[in-house]
Structures are given as C-alpha cells and as structure tokens.
C-alpha cells in the first residue's frame, strides 16, 4: 500500500523482476477524520438497513414505523376531535404527550437495539475484516467510537422523529402558531436531554453486548435480557417496600434510569409504585451519564485488545 | 436406536454448547436470586407469590429462555447451511420437528421448572402468602402450566425459526409487543397469548394461585396451538428452500 513500488531491474544470473507498470495512488489522501467520519455516517446508514439488501431493511422499517404509529395517532385523534370541538378538553387528556412518549416507544427502541446494534460490531468481527479497518489511518480508537456514534446518532432519530411530528402535529392544528409554538417550547429542552440520554444510555450498553459477542443470536438475547431483567427485577423488590437493595437495583437497570431521568427533567412525578425510592432526580441523570462513559469506555479497551 | 432419539441426541448435544447453556443457567437462576433479594428484603407481610412469579418467570425468563433453545435447535443448522445434511436424508420432516421441538423443550422446562419451584418456596418459606392459599400447592400449580409453557413456546419459536430467518428477532417482538404492550392496550389479544395460557393451566389446577382471563379454556387453547405449530413447522420445514448464509 504505502511501500514505493519502484523500478527494480535487477539482472541477476537467476532472473530479474520488470516493472510492468502498476500505478501507485497519486491523488489526495483524505486521513483520519475522513475515514472517521465516513465510517460513522455508514455506520448511522446502516442502522436503517439503507445502503444494505432488502432483508436487512425489514426490521428497522417496522421498528421505525412502529415508534411513529403513536405520535401519527395522536395527531390524527387530536385533528378529528378538532373536527368535533372538543380539541383542547381532548388534548389536556391524551395520555401521549412529550414526557410520556419516550417511555410509551421503550420497549420498541430496546428492540431497535436488539436488531440493529449486533449489525454493526457482529458482521465485522464475524468475517474477520476488522484488520482491514485498523490498516487504514483510522485508529482502532476511532473506529470503535464511529460505529458507537453511528448508532447513538440512529437511535437519536428513532427518539426524536416522533416528537417532531408531534409538534407539528399540535402546532399546525391552532389557528394561532406563534402561540402553540411558544406553549410548546418550555418542552423542547427535556425532550431533546432526555431522547439523547435513552439514545446515549441504550446505545451504548447494547453495543458494548454486541462488541463481545460476534454471534448475533446471542448479542440479540443478551441485549434484551439486560434491558428487560433488571427492571422486572428492581420493580419485583421496590414494590415490597423501599429498601437499600431496592434503591441500588433502580440504579443498575437501564430503563428504570431512564424513568428515572424521564421524570426529572419533565418534573413530573412517577406515578407508578415503582419509585418511591428515595433518590434525587439528578441521581438518575448521573447513572445515565456514568452508564453511557462506562459503556464507551469499555467499547473502546475491548478493540484496543481484540485480535484482527 | 430410533431416527427420533438420534436426532434428539444429536440436538442436545449441539445444544448444550457451553457459552448458551452458562448464560440460560444465569438466566433460570434469576428468579431464584429474585426469592433471595426479597427475602434478604424482607419486611414479613403477605406476598403475592404469584404476581412475583409472574412478573418475573412467566413474563420475562420463560419466553428468552425457551427463545433461545426454540431457535437454535433447528434454526442454527438452517442458517450455517448444515441442515441440508438432516434433510437430505429419508426422514419424515414432522419426525425432525417433533424431536427438535421435544429437545427444546424439555431443555427449557428442565431450566425453570426447578428454578420456579425453588423461587416459589423461597417466596413462600418466610413470607405469608396471601390469607386462604396454600403456597406450595400455589407454587407447583404454577410450575406445571411453566412446565407446559416451555414446549409450548418451544414449538411456537421451532416454527418460527422455519418461518423466517430472522426468527429470534420476530419471536422477541412477539414476547414484547404482542404479549407485553399489546395485551394491555387490547385484552382481547390475550386469548392468543402464550403467557395467558401458562397463567390459565395454573389457575385450572390450584384457582387461588394466580389469576387468568382464559381459565381453565387454557388447556384447549394450549393444546390447539401446540399443535398448530407443530404441524405449521413440519409444512413449512417440507417446502424449505435452502439459502445462503446473509
């Protein structure tokens, strides 16, 4: 590759070699953020199946469409009970709003992660091509940090694309936009925190799953049983009673951080039995945090060390 | 010995691959350390056993358990292309199906069962049940509709890894979105879930031990489906077209 290939003639008794006029690449060398950046952008491309055959599309597609059913149905609800008159006694009802609607899609973005994630570290340590990776400017640091953020940045807009919509959706039905833009602002805020923690949090656990196991079927399972024991478990416990034990399981199990975070930034209170552990909301944006830097953090030693 | 034991044999052994059976072990041990965390919790009061078994075993740790055996017993030959070598052969398809289903099964029952037993008596050992039901009799009623729910899941999850190539993926979905969002959002649904099934053969044995919406119908409706996936995967598995790898 980078080896000059130079115009050895040797006349030797034995033989010689020609230059028989392999051309060396002359043009410019685009480095390390370019690879950088073009392995994050396939790697966010990819997450939709978009680049790939039709049936690595199908699971993304259905998932996709499926955390956008309920914001399209709330707006189409909202706009026939506009029809009817009953729009504002409607919309102060609906139990899909802003701060709920991250927590009503959970269970289809951990599927997201379930399906998708596994894709992206799977395929290339499965078909051993990571050596192909690390021979190119990109450092092996960089790779693991691309495909991460490839992925976040996909979940990111899984999260986000239906609160838009839903924006939208609650802004055009008014008569009056400037005022239903600023009745909605005070909510952009926590919801963007809060979409970028879940990306953040369930992004980078699942990929530090699927960076350990090449085999899909098993990253598969071990993603949903991360994200679904935990909880069932810390719920099981924290509904006897408030406890120490209690406390610490609501802090290890990603989704019930995300509750947790859910509730803070929104300032609602979580209703459910689940929680009256007695945390501080910012206690759960730490664990969000301290679970997104760990899951990177062990992502990243784990291609330090992998063998190509 | 029989083609039907040979491939039973045969699946076990591919089965019972080390990382998968560690990692179901961890997984059937989860309601045990959940019976040790609430007693170690423990506020004396009465519990309901079933709730928590339900919450725990029913819900989550049987369907992942009995979806991962259910796929990999047939599913893993068809996607690395060794299955050919099975089908090839003069057996009669549902004679493969029904071992891989019986293997599969009995693997996830041999799991949980224990597993839900020792939980249940954990639960039950220090902590009251609630007032006029007999715990242990509660907890075996609930032991046996898991030890129907793992061949049951089992056969759906075989047929599904014939269906499609993807049918870990699909089973998940259906254990989350049919059985978990769906079931609350429409009841109706519930009389096509598994995990109603499960409650419901448990609640036909011992009434107080857990509540169901199909009652006792659970037996049919169990039965039917078992058999139902049964004969789709011989059909599907006799038109199979082999593919390559993705």
């Given at each position: 590759m980078s080896e000059p290939v130079t115009a050895a003639t040797s006349a030797g008794a034995t033989g010689s070699i020609y230059d028989i006029g392999y051309r060396r690449y002359e043009g410019t060398r685009l480095g390390r953020g370019h690879a950088a950046r073009s392995l994050f952008v396939h790697s966010l491309r990819s997450s939709y199946g978009i680049g790939r055959g039709?049936?690595?599309?199908?699971?993304?597609?259905?998932?996709?469409?499926?955390?956008?059913?309920?914001?399209?149905?709330?707006?189409?609800?909202?706009?026939?009970?506009?029809?009817?008159?009953?729009?504002?006694?409607?919309?102060?009802?609906?139990?899909?709003?802003?701060?709920?609607?991250?927590?009503?899609?959970?269970?289809?973005?951990?599927?997201?992660?379930?399906?998708?994630?596994?894709?992206?570290?799977?395929?290339?340590?499965?078909?051993?091509?990571?050596?192909?990776?690390?021979?190119?400017?990109?450092?092996?640091?960089?790779?693991?940090?691309?495909?991460?953020?490839?992925?976040?940045?996909?979940?990111?807009?899984?999260?986000?694309?239906?609160?838009?919509?839903?924006?939208?959706?609650?802004?055009?039905?008014?008569?009056?936009?400037?005022?239903?833009?600023?009745?909605?602002?005070?909510?952009?805020?926590?919801?963007?925190?809060?979409?970028?923690?879940?990306?953040?949090?369930?992004?980078?656990?699942?990929?530090?799953?699927?960076?350990?196991?090449?085999?899909?079927?098993?990253?598969?399972?071990?993603?949903?049983?991360?994200?679904?024991?935990?909880?069932?478990?810390?719920?099981?416990?924290?509904?006897?009673?408030?406890?120490?034990?209690?406390?610490?399981?609501?802090?290890?199990?990603?989704?019930?951080?995300?509750?947790?975070?859910?509730?803070?930034?929104?300032?609602?209170?979580?209703?459910s039995d689940f929680f009256f552990v007695d945390l501080p909301g910012i206690a759960f944006v730490g664990a969000a945090l301290v679970g997104i830097g760990g899951s990177i953090a062990i992502t990243l030693r784990r291609f330090a060390r992998i063998a190509t | 010995m029989t083609i039907f034991s040979e491939i039973a044999t045969i699946t076990l052994r591919a089965l019972l691959g080390r990382r998968r059976t560690l990692l179901m072990l961890l997984l059937a041990a989860i309601p045990i350390l959940v019976g040790l965390l609430?007693?170690?919790?423990?506020?004396?009061?009465?519990?309901?056993?079933?709730?928590?078994?339900?919450?725990?075993?029913?819900?989550?740790?049987?369907?992942?358990?009995?979806?991962?055996?259910?796929?990999?017993?047939?599913?893993?030959?068809?996607?690395?292309?060794?299955?050919?070598?099975?089908?090839?052969?003069?057996?009669?398809?549902s004679t493969i199906v029904l071992a891989k289903i019986t293997v599969a099964g009995t693997l996830t029952a041999a799991m949980l069962v224990p597993s839900t037993i020792i939980a249940g008596l954990l639960l039950a050992g220090m902590l009251n049940a609630r007032p006029g039901v007999d715990p242990v009799a509660q907890v075996f009623a609930i032991a046996i509709g898991v030890l129907v729910g793992s061949y049951l899941y089992a056969a759906?999850?075989?047929?599904?890894?014939?269906?499609?190539?993807?049918?870990?993926?699909?089973?998940?979905?259906?254990?989350?979105?049919?059985?978990?969002?769906?079931?609350?959002?429409?009841?109706g649904s519930q009389v096509f879930s598994v995990r109603e099934y499960v409650r419901g053969i448990a609640e036909t044995i011992e009434p107080a031990a857990i509540e169901s919406i199909v009652g006792s119908t659970a037996v049919v409706y169990a039965s039917i489906a078992l058999v139902a996936a049964t004969v789709i995967a011989s059909l599907r598995l006799a038109v199979y077209e082999v593919r390559g790898g993705d």
């Open positions: 039709g049936r690595a599309k199908i699971a993304p597609i259905i998932l996709g469409v499926m955390a956008l059913i309920p914001a399209v149905g709330i707006v189409a609800a909202l706009t026939l009970f506009a029809q009817f008159g009953a729009g504002r006694e409607f919309d102060e009802q609906v139990p899909i709003r802003y701060d709920t609607y991250a927590g009503t899609i959970s269970t289809i973005v951990i599927l997201f992660c379930a399906a998708q994630a596994p894709e992206l570290f799977g395929r290339d340590q499965r078909h051993g091509v990571l050596a192909l990776y690390f021979a190119r400017a990109l450092r092996r640091s960089d790779y693991a940090l691309a495909r991460i953020g490839g992925f976040i940045a996909a979940l990111l807009i899984l999260e986000l694309l239906p609160q838009v919509i839903l924006f939208l959706g609650r802004v055009l039905l008014t008569s009056d936009i400037p005022e239903a833009v600023a009745d909605d602002l005070p909510s952009v805020g926590p919801v963007l925190a809060q979409s970028a923690l879940a990306a953040g949090l369930l992004g980078g656990l699942s990929m530090v799953v699927s960076a350990f196991t090449p085999r899909r079927a098993y990253a598969v399972a071990g993603i949903i049983a991360l994200f679904t024991i935990p909880n069932v478990v810390a719920g099981i416990v924290v509904g006897l009673g408030s406890s120490t034990i209690g406390t610490w399981l609501t802090l290890v199990s990603p989704t019930s951080i995300l509750d947790g975070t859910n509730a803070f930034l929104f300032d609602t209170r979580l209703d | 609430v007693r170690a919790n423990g506020r004396p009061g009465a519990v309901d056993i079933g709730a928590i078994l339900d919450g725990i075993m029913i819900r989550v740790v049987l369907p992942l358990v009995a979806l991962v055996f259910g796929t990999a017993a047939l599913g893993s030959e068809l996607e690395d292309g060794t299955a050919v070598h099975l089908l090839t052969k003069p057996i009669r398809r759906i999850f075989v047929a599904l890894s014939i269906v499609t190539s993807r049918g870990l993926l699909v089973g998940l979905g259906y254990a989350l979105i049919w059985e978990g969002i769906l079931a609350g959002l429409l009841p």
